[in-house]
């Protein structure tokens, strides 16, 4: 009966040490799975931040950009009409013979044609010019994109390195925890050994004093 009763004990014992283990377990193991859960969604957020505003300002940028290179071919286009007007008209002038007030308003046309020449070359200039602040702004766009990848991949590196450590820590808390029951199960086990040995000899004692059976009785409850 005292052996089945410290065994009960004994598989208790285990039963509540394995039950603590895998509580502790599974509690770090959730915490673990928390805390990388929340690292992903920060740095899976912010990377999506950092790409739709670059793709919205490189969008914006390629759109500006294709604008105002229509706009220069269409000047360039005029431009050349225009250059090829006045030729044709210089062309035509010298051979004029109409009378004087008809190459009078033929002049004053031509001088309102070159004057519209002018003012769509001095737009063309201004649109160049306006094309190359928008390339610099575009080239100082993808120089910040690129400083950002880095970043993020640092800070990739910085999350894989905690994860690692995270996961060498829960293995050292399972071997700590696996070595602590080995000790308590070798602590139970010579304490079962000296039980048996107090046990036999109690047995030895009261049977080599021959007492009778009320006073044997009375000994066995008390010693029990």
């Not at 052996?3 to 004994?10: D, S």
């Not at 994109?145 to 640092?154: C, I, N, P, T």
Request: overall charge negative.
């Amino acid at each position: 009966e005292m052996e089945a009763k410290y065994t009960r004990k004994m598989q208790a014992l285990r039963d509540e040490m394995d039950l603590r283990r895998k509580t502790e377990i599974h509690e770090l193991e959730e915490r673990k799975n928390t805390q990388i859960s929340e690292l992903m969604g920060n740095h899976e957020g912010a990377f999506g931040a950092i790409k739709n505003y670059y793709n919205d300002i490189t969008a914006k940028n390629l759109t500006l950009i294709n604008l105002l290179k229509e706009q220069v071919e269409e000047l360039k286009k005029k431009e050349a009409v225009l250059e090829k007007e006045k030729a044709d008209v210089l062309r035509q002038n010298k051979g004029l013979t109409e009378p004087l007030q008809e190459a009078q308003e033929l002049v004053a046309e031509l001088q309102k044609k070159l004057v519209h020449y002018y003012r769509d070359k001095e737009a063309l200039m201004n649109s160049k010019a306006h094309l190359k602040i928008t390339q610099k702004e575009l080239k100082d766009l993808q120089w910040e994109h690129e400083v950002l990848e880095q970043r993020f991949s640092k800070v990739q590196a910085e999350r894989d390195e905690l994860y690692h450590k995270f996961t060498k820590a829960i293995n050292e808390v399972q071997q700590k925890t696996g070595f602590k029951n080995l000790l308590l199960e070798r602590k139970l086990q010579g304490l079962l050994s000296l039980l048996e040995q107090k046990e036999v000899e109690l047995s030895e004692v009261i049977a080599a004093s021959n007492l009778d059976p009320s006073a044997l009785s009375l000994v066995s409850h008390k010693l029990e």
